[in-house]
């Protein structure tokens, strides 16, 4: 499983999270609304919904706006309709890249994604061409001060996970996508505080990136397509070392 979170690594390194752009309340908005629509309003009901909750609450979301995303997603207020897509194409270097989109307007978003690719010298590719290089999987990230990882092992593997691994500053509990919601209830449960927890794309084998040029590009491309509107997640199968990270500053 290694390299299973290279790109949020990269993320990080470059500041370019999710909650520091201010977008992250929009993704979950969004995903709840898509989840209740094709599940149902009823968390106790719906695996995904309950998933999105959860989410939302872990970054503190208010209460209305949960409940108005739901109401959205069930027909009870008026709201868009988002679309769910996958575009899979190739990075610099030939990288695999993943996006993960929910929009309300198909050809803007496919346009939008294919000219970020060509203009950081990739190229969008047909559907299937490199979703196979990747699994997906759940992801829950503990803090490693806050538990051992003789612990946390024990708690996980007891309820369905499947490995827990050092990343940097955390230990990762990795399972199977069926398992991921059983899982994180558990270890909440279990007074594990939770620092993220996420349905992700892992990739079987990881690129080491080590040329700047190629690595600025990737970068690039990344960042701008983590700051598409519609996009909601992006998986890659590279590594940039954190030396050639320092140099891009």
Not at 57 to 72: C, G, H, V
Not at 188 to 211: N, Y
Not at 222 to 236: F, P, S, W
């Amino acid at each position: 499983m290694s390299g299973h979170s290279k790109w949020a690594n990269i993320k990080h390194k470059k500041g370019a999270t999710d909650a520091r752009r201010g977008k992250i309340f929009t993704r979950l908005i969004k995903e709840i609304t898509v989840a209740a629509r094709m599940g149902g309003g009823d968390p106790d009901g719906n695996p995904r919904l309950r998933s999105a909750i959860a989410g939302a609450k872990s970054e503190n979301m208010p209460k209305d706006n949960i409940t108005r995303a739901i109401k959205k997603g069930t027909g009870e207020l008026e709201g868009e309709v988002y679309d769910e897509i996958l575009y899979e194409g190739y990075g610099p270097g030939g990288i695999a890249v993943l996006v993960e989109c929910m929009t309300d307007n198909r050809n803007r978003t496919v346009a939008e994604v294919r000219h970020a690719f060509t203009k950081s010298n990739g190229n969008l590719g047909e559907s299937g061409c490199v979703a196979y290089m990747f699994d997906k999987k759940g992801m829950i990230y503990v803090d490693k001060s806050t538990t051992t990882e003789e612990e946390l092992m024990d708690l996980a593997i007891e309820a369905g996970g499947e490995d827990v691994e050092e990343d940097g500053d955390q230990f990762a509990v990795v399972t199977a996508p069926e398992d991921f919601d059983a899982v994180r209830e558990s270890l909440d449960t279990a007074g594990v505080v939770i620092a993220e927890a996420s349905l992700t794309m892992v990739p079987q084998t990881v690129v080491e990136v080590t040329e700047e040029k190629q690595a600025r590009a990737l970068v690039r491309l990344l960042q701008t397509l983590e700051e598409n509107e519609d996009v909601q997640n992006v998986h890659a199968n590279c590594d940039i070392p954190d030396s050639l990270m320092e140099e891009l500053g």
